[in-house]
């Protein structure tokens, strides 16, 4: 009998289903989800409006859930990504049917396109997995999920500041609000990066975590133009510690581009964040002092402000890759070029670090044009000879250096990382 997790991709029927990703990737205490669309069974667009492809999306959520014996309310993270921000509101309504009580966190962005004519939202989850994945071998089954507020950060009813689960922290995209009025803080890009940063900092320290223990950022821009300032606050917060500026650790992050963010926001900021001691009953000394281990290769574009791949307990966090050469160019030829590029960078840095395209669980696709999804995971599939992971497409209006694809990638730790000696 194996020791080690094991990656476990699963459908169901019940829900919408393709070939090149699965519906749900599990991996040690936790699965990650394709986006699903507001289609039903045989791929049809539902008919109706917001709310009712809200409700599809969902109800599809809800059936790949449930398909694995797990429920609603073992959700952690949500991504929903929209067509028009001004349909929040109407997919709130639709959202607190399905979560009466208890609300994960969760990203609200409004991007350029999505991978289906007449889509106007996706969404993707991440969710608990108690059991986890080593063979033959159920793990701590009764690990409760810690969720917590402060009011040192902006609070909402419709989403939890941060939900810990095993060994990862999960935050809520922080906005660039004020805690105390509630409102978009007072000037340009540069004001609202501090206070989105800052905002992250209080729950974590809510939490008694260090910013330092962020493994992955994703940084959601409403333009490329602005990310030069945003990197002038971004470098004043990481690294912050000593030990962390004494070895120069950054988290893995990836920049992504967005139409409108809530509130009128330019930049809004989410984070996986580690958890070293865990969630009960995890036994204090199985999960006292984990490390973080971050990992660059020259094999791959390495960049000032963004470790290529930080491991936490059993999960390798890729930053995003672009498809440009050593030097930054760039690569000849069009998205097919572009996506073997980008994913062989992907290839490149979790060999690195002695896995393989096999452990990956969830993959998250960039376009400039999304008619140009169906070529890239044309590339894309040619890299996975197991199971597929899941796959979140979505279409943004630019990318840095002229490119037309951007991935990321997340990918399972079996050996896990060890304690501090």
């Known amino acids: 009998m194996s020791n080690m997790n094991e990656v476990l991709a699963k459908n169901t029927e019940k829900a919408p289903m393709n070939s090149y990703s699965s519906q749900t990737v599990a991996f040690s205490h936790y699965n990650h989800f394709s986006a699903q669309l507001p289609v039903d069974t045989t791929g049809k667009l539902v008919e109706g409006g917001i709310k009712e492809q809200a409700y599809q999306v969902l109800t599809n959520l809800k059936e790949v859930v449930e398909s694995i014996d797990h429920v609603m309310t073992d959700i952690v993270r949500m991504t929903i990504m929209v067509k028009n921000i001004l349909d929040v509101d109407k997919i709130d309504e639709v ?16 991007v350029d396109a999505l991978p289906l004519e007449g889509a106007l939202l996706q969404i993707d989850v991440v969710i608990s997995n108690g059991e986890g994945t080593i063979p033959n071998a159920p793990q ?10 402060t009011h040192n950060a902006p609070m909402s009813s419709l989403s939890t500041q941060t939900v810990a689960f095993s060994h990862y922290n999960n935050v809520t995209n922080q906005l660039p609000i004020e805690p105390k009025t509630g409102r978009l803080v007072v000037g340009g890009v540069k004001e609202q990066t501090v206070q989105a940063l800052k905002n992250l900092k209080a729950i974590l320290e809510s939490i008694d975590v260090v910013i330092d223990d962020v493994v992955k950022i994703n940084l959601f821009v409403t333009d490329l133009k602005d990310v030069e300032i945003i990197d002038e606050v971004y470098s004043a917060f990481f690294p912050d510690s000593g030990i962390a500026r004494a070895v120069g650790y950054v988290p893995a992050r990836t ?3 967005v139409t409108a963010l809530e509130m009128g926001a330019s930049v809004a900021v989410e984070a996986v964040v580690s958890h070293g001691d865990g969630t009960p009953p995890q036994l204090i000394e199985d999960r006292h002092g984990l490390i973080i281990e971050a990992n660059n290769t020259e094999a791959a574009p ?11 307990s059993h999960y390798n966090n890729i930053s995003g890759q672009l498809p440009v050469d050593l030097q930054g160019q760039l690569v000849a030829g069009g998205i097919k070029e572009q996506t073997t590029q980008c994913m062989d960078y992907i290839k490149a840095i979790i060999e690195s670090v ?22 890239a995971i044309e590339v894309y599939n040619t890299y996975f000879t197991a199971s597929k992971p899941g796959l979140r497409v979505v279409g943004v209006s630019e990318l840095p250096s002229g490119a037309s694809i951007m991935i990321d990638a997340v ?6 990382t060890p304690p501090i000696k």
């Not at 049917?97 to 409004?110: I, Q």
């Not at 701590?140 to 507020?149: E, P, R």
């Open 411 to 416: 990918a399972g730790n079996a050996e896990g």
């Open 140 to 149: 701590a089954g009764d690990l409760i999920k810690l969720t917590n507020n």
């Open 354 to 375: 002695e896995h393989t395209m096999d452990d990956m669980v969830k993959i998250n696709m960039y376009l400039t044009n999304i008619q140009d999804a169906e070529a």
């Open 302 to 312: 390495i960049q000032k402000l963004a470790t290529q791949s930080v491991a936490f």
């Open 95 to 110: 959202f607190t049917k399905f979560f009466p009580t208890y609300v994960p966190s969760r990203t609200v962005v409004a």
């Open 255 to 257: 920049i992504v581009p």
